[in-house]
C-alpha cells in the first residue's frame, strides 16, 4: 500500500528537516521518498491544513485493564485510544487480574495486542502480585517483552525490596517506573491535603506523602546506580529533589500527568468524581511549578496515566469513586491548550520517552519505516464523547475547548486516522 502526505511541516528537534515542509510518499510501511512535490500514484493521499508530522509519540503509563478488568477497557479499545490520541507506543500497567507479574502475562500482552496499529509494552511487576512483598520473575518477563517494571497504581512501599528490584534491573539495563507516594501519610486522603479540603469536609492527602518517597527512592537510586523513573509528580518540593538528582548525574527521570498541568484542587468544589485522582490535584502554585518545569525541560516526558472507570465507579459519592480518568485522547489537546509547542511535545513523547526506556529510536527519514504521528497544532475544538475510543468515558474534558489535536498515526503498514 502506498501512501502520499503532502505539504506535511515535519516536528523533528535535531533532525535537518525540523520545521520544514515536504512530501512524504510511504510504500509497504517504508517512507520511501521525501520531497518538495511528489507526483507519484498513491492508494491513499493524506492531505490537510496545518498538516504537522513527527516520530510516533510513546505514552509511558496507561491502564488498559486487561485481563480481568475488560468492562472498564480492553487491549484493543485501549490501543483505538491510544491511536486516536496520535500514540504508536504506549506501556501499560501490570495492575490487572492476574497481575502481570510472569513471562506468560507478558506473552499474553504481546500475542494479543500483535495486530495493533500500537505496539503495546507491558510493564512487569516489581512484585509477585504487585503485593511488595516478594520479587517478581523479572529477568524472564524482560526476556519476554517488558519494557520497564514497576508495581504501577501500587507503588511500592518497602525501601529494602525497592533497592533488590534497582540492584536486580541492572544485569539487564532495565528501568524501575515508580509512583511516589507513601500510603502511611494521608491514608485516608481523598484529595489535597488544604483550604479546599477543609472547605468541602473532604479528608486531606498532604503533598509529603509523595516528596518523602521522591527522596528516599533517588537515595536508592544513587547508592544502586540503577535507573529510576518517577511519574505523576505533581510537587514543587519533588521537583526539586529530581532536580538536585539529575544535576548530581543519577540515572532519575520524570513524568507529569495532563490533568496536573491543567487543573488545581479549586475544580474540586463540584465534586466531580472524575477528577478524583492519584496523586490529588494540588495548588494552583504547584501547578504552576509543573509546567514551568515542563517548559524548561526538568520533566523528560507527559504520561497520559489513562485509568478508565466504568459508569458506576465515577456516578457515586465522591468519597466511593474510583480513582482516575482516561486521557489518551486529550492529552496533546491539552498540551496545545497550555502553550507547550508542538516541538516541546514531540521532544518529549517521542524523542525522551524512547531513551528512558530504551525503546527503539526512530526518525522521519528515507528508508526508515515508518513510526510517524500526524497531528494538527492549531486546531481548535470542543472535546465531546464522540470522539472517545475508549470503553469508558470518564473524563472531566467533555465539553471543554482543546487546542491540538491529533490526526492519526502510520506505524510500518498499520494506519489509523480519526474520521
Partial sequence: MNILIRKAVIIEPGSSLNGITKDILIINGLIARIADNIGDHADQVIEQQQLCISPGWVDVFAHFCDPGYEFKETLQTGAEAAAAGGY????????TNPVIHNKSQIEYIK????SFAVNIHPIGAVSKNAEGKELAEMYDMFSSGA???????KPV??????????QYVKAFNGVIIQLPDDKNIGTHGLMNEGIVSTRLGLPGKPAIAEEMMVARDIELADYTDSQLHFTGISSQKSLQHIRSAK???LQVSCSVTPYHLYFTD???VGYDTNLKVN???RHASEREALLHAVQEGLVDTISSHHQ??????????FEYAGYGMIGLETAYGIAGTLGITAGRWVEMCAVNARKIFNLPQTTIAEGVSADITLFNPGHNYIFEEKYIRSKSKNSPFIGKELKGKAIGIINGEKVFLNS
Fill in 88 to 95: 504508536t507506543h504506549v506501556l501499560i500497567l501490570p495492575n
Fill in 279 to 281: 496523586p490529588p490535584l
Fill in 308 to 317: 478508565p472507570q466504568e459508569w458506576d465507579s465515577k456516578t457515586c459519592e
Fill in 111 to 114: 500475542e494479543k495486542s500483535r
Fill in 266 to 268: 479549586e475544580n474540586l
Fill in 247 to 249: 544535576q548530581k548525574g
Fill in 147 to 153: 519494557v520497564a517494571f514497576g508495581d504501577g497504581l
Fill in 157 to 166: 512501599q518497602s525501601s529494602g525490596l525497592l533497592l533488590k528490584a534497582l
